[in-house]
């Protein structure tokens, strides 16, 4: 289905200002579509009667709604926000008011709704957000961007700029969970994810150690010698990190990121050994792991081999050259089938074969919208 970027502009000078605008933020998220960016918040006067300061922001989101079905739940959003509509053409106070902006590039004409809105190009309290997040946007009638209009705006005294955070709700849901895992197969970007979670959502970070590792080199030389030592020794190394970092954490950030789960070494060890071998590993697996940390949500990112295998030969570690597409598929595989067995775990998979978050900020935020779609 396809998604029209839509620009709303959003006002409340009634009550909690703040959180009005965020609720409303909020339900657009849920009912109408992914907000994408959200401007800075400014404070400006009523204007054309007389009430409090208003607070104004603009936001972009991704919808499938047409022009009309986003007219009439964005009616709806106000109603739900306390906005009393009264017949008459008079300015209210209003604890919150949305006006559509613009809907891609369309010209709408009609009684109930014109787009772009004819009187945005006037209006400061409008420009000046819109200008944060669409600076370039071209307005289809005046043919000038946003820009340009508002370097020709005059009377800019009396908005003042606020310090007032507005939350990104695909953040704010991410947020909600306090101990985040990020994991899947070799090379297909577990650690880059993580950092970037952890820098957004102020968690604490937890990178797996696998450089230390004095079997890693060896293993993939001679696999069946030094499985057992290996995955012995990764065993070894994550519980003691999982378990050191109770003693180093961050109390003032939020929860925690981890670039790994504990069954992690599971998982491998089932590919790597030998069924005896694996036994023995899994009895010392569930003994070592009983009071480490739970994860609240698991995101298992889902990649082509090819790609893995691309990612990893790029990355230029001198073990990894000789890791095989049969290798990875294994990996994937036992992944798979381990995880659709864990209905206790809260886990969704995202396919990211035709993104590039990690070069690419939209691409990025599109992994987080689907990771907000499967959750909800």
Same mark, same amino acid.
């Given at each position: 289905?396809? &998604? ?14 703040? &959180? ?46 047409? %022009?009309?079905?986003? @007219? ?38 009609? %009684? ?14 409008? =420009? @000046? ?7 370039? &946007? ?30 990104? %709700? ?22 880059? =994810? ?19 590792? %004095?079997?890693?080199?060896? *293993? ?31 109390? *003032? ?9 504990? *069954?992690?070494? =599971? ?53 990894? &050259? ?32 035709? @993104? ?10 599109? =992994? ?9």
């Amino acid at each position: 289905m396809n &998604k029209f970027r839509v620009l709303l502009s959003i006002g409340s000078n009634l009550g909690d200002k703040k &959180k009005y605008i965020q609720s409303a933020i909020s339900l657009i998220d849920k009912k109408i579509g992914d907000v994408v960016s959200i401007s800075k918040t400014y404070q400006t006067p009523a204007l054309g009667f007389v009430g409090e300061d208003f607070y104004n922001c603009c936001i972009a989101v991704n919808t499938d709604l047409s %022009p009309l079905d986003l @007219l009439k739940n964005l009616i709806k959003i106000e109603k739900d926000g306390g906005r009393l509509r009264t017949s008459d053409k008079t300015y209210e106070s209003r604890t919150i008011d949305i006006d559509i902006l613009f809907y891609e590039n369309q010209v709408i004409e009609l %009684p109930e709704l014109q787009i772009p809105h004819p009187r945005l190009h006037q209006r400061a309290f409008v =420009l @000046l957000p819109l200008f944060d997040i669409a600076k370039s &946007k071209v307005h289809p009638i005046l043919k000038t961007t946003i820009l340009d209009l508002k370097n020709n705006l005059t009377d800019l005294d009396s908005i003042q700029e606020l310090e007032v955070g507005l939350k990104m %709700p695909v953040m704010d849901l991410m947020n909600s969970f306090d101990n985040l895992v990020v994991e899947g197969n070799i090379g297909v970007g577990k650690t880059t =994810l993580s950092k970037k979670l952890s820098t957004d959502l102020n968690k604490n970070l937890i990178l797996e150690e696998f450089k230390e590792n %004095p079997f890693l080199d060896k *293993f993939y030389k001679d696999p069946k010698r030094y499985a057992l030592n290996l995955e012995l020794t990764f065993l070894i190394d994550r519980c003691r990190q999982l378990n050191d970092f109770k003693n180093q954490m961050d109390l *003032f950030k939020p929860g925690v990121v981890f670039d790994y789960d504990i *069954f992690k070494s =599971l998982i491998f060890a089932g590919v790597t050994l030998s069924e005896v071998d694996f036994k023995l590993f899994r009895d010392i697996y569930y003994f070592m792991t009983k009071d480490l940390y739970k994860s609240n949500l698991v995101i298992y990112l889902l990649q082509k081999t090819e790609k893995l295998l691309s990612n990893i030969n790029s990355r230029g570690r001198d073990y990894e &050259k000789d890791i095989s597409k049969d290798y990875l598929d294994k990996i994937n595989n036992a992944y798979i089938n381990y995880l659709k067995n864990r209905a206790d775990l809260n886990i969704v998979f995202i396919d990211i074969s035709d @993104l590039d978050f990690v070069e690419n900020h939209a691409d990025y935020l599109e =992994l987080l919208f689907r990771i907000k779609r499967k959750l909800r």
